[in-house]
């Protein structure tokens, strides 16, 4: 047995996948600001009740369950169950009847080069026609704007349509990105859709996230997920924000200086602002956030 089939097991399924499937990829861990990963994850599985296992990753060599414990089920004295973390790549049919292959759980803890190569193994045998990758990061944007993207890969029209971020930056890296760059070599088609979520906000799950990521993936793989049920939530989310800045002057102003920020920002112009201080500095992010964080939480303390 050679090192990649240790952590890779096809399933019956794998057998009826076509040739010329998109994939699309959410994996849950660090990289999910909002939790945008896992509802991505959540609306593709409710999406399709019947949607066929095509591949196991054994999550017992790629999982640290100190860092995300199972979950154990206790009634009457005696322990019922423990849930099985599970990392499994799904043939999903969406919305139009279009299908889909759909890898979800959570970023590994170990091997990552492993998980990677048999990523792009499965890839190459399942003749896969790109990969889409979704994940989110915390930035200083207001939640009263439309959540954006910053877009990688080597599906340049995508890229420069979707993604308003390119920065030239070093960050600590997701495993996607090691199949990212093995890919790219292979010249597999690829594309890592990177949401810019407040990150005032980026503790809370922020369905804005979801369904910015939804409509990119729709995008780049023309699969149809729906959003009607994530944009109620994102109502709901927003007015509760709205409500708890409401009554602090001081933090609506912290918001209007990331408004003029981001607004500035798209429209590439320089400009003044009102918060700026005697200096004439603008707060840096973090100061930013920091503040709209503490006046958040003096609202939650206020309310019990």
């Known amino acids: 047995m050679s090192e990649t089939e240790r952590i890779f097991r096809v399933a019956a399924a794998w057998h009826d996948v076509p040739a010329g499937l998109p994939l699309i990829v959410a994996l849950r861990g660090g990289h999910d600001a909002g939790a945008v990963a896992a509802q991505v994850s959540d609306e593709i599985i409710d999406l399709d009740a019947d949607a066929r296992i095509v591949a196991e990753f054994d999550v017992d060599e790629l999982y640290d369950y100190r860092a995300r414990r199972p979950i154990v089920s206790v009634a009457n004295g005696r322990v019922k169950s423990v849930s099985e973390p599970r990392l499994d790549l799904r043939l999903v049919t969406d919305e139009l009847g279009q299908e889909f292959l759909f890898l979800s759980g959570f970023e590994p803890d170990y091997r990552w080069r492993l998980f990677s190569e048999a990523l792009v193994s499965a890839v190459d045998a399942l003749e896969v026609s790109s990969t889409t990758w979704v994940h989110a990061v915390p930035m200083p944007v207001p939640h009263t704007r439309p959540i954006r993207i910053a877009a990688t890969g080597n599906r340049e029209e995508l890229v420069d349509t979707l993604s308003v971020w390119n920065p030239t930056t070093e960050a600590p890296a997701h495993v996607m990105q090691y199949f990212q760059v093995r890919a790219e070599e292979l010249g597999h088609p690829v594309l890592s859709l990177a949401m810019l979520i407040p990150h005032y ?27 009607e049920a994530l944009r109620e939530r994102d109502r709901t989310f927003r007015a509760g924000v709205d409500a708890e800045l409401e009554s602090n002057p001081d933090g609506q102003k912290l918001i209007h200086a990331l408004e003029t920020q981001h607004d500035a920002y798209l429209q590439n ?6 918060f700026e201080d005697a200096a004439g500095e603008l707060p840096s992010a973090d100061q930013l956030a920091a503040e709209i964080e503490r006046y958040l939480a003096l609202g939650r303390d206020d309310d019990a």
């Open 201 to 227: 906000v980026a503790d809370s799950s922020v369905p804005a996230g979801a369904v910015a990521a939804l409509s990119a993936l729709g995008s780049a793989t023309g699969r149809m997920i729906a959003t």
């Open 269 to 274: 112009l320089a400009v003044t602002n009102d």
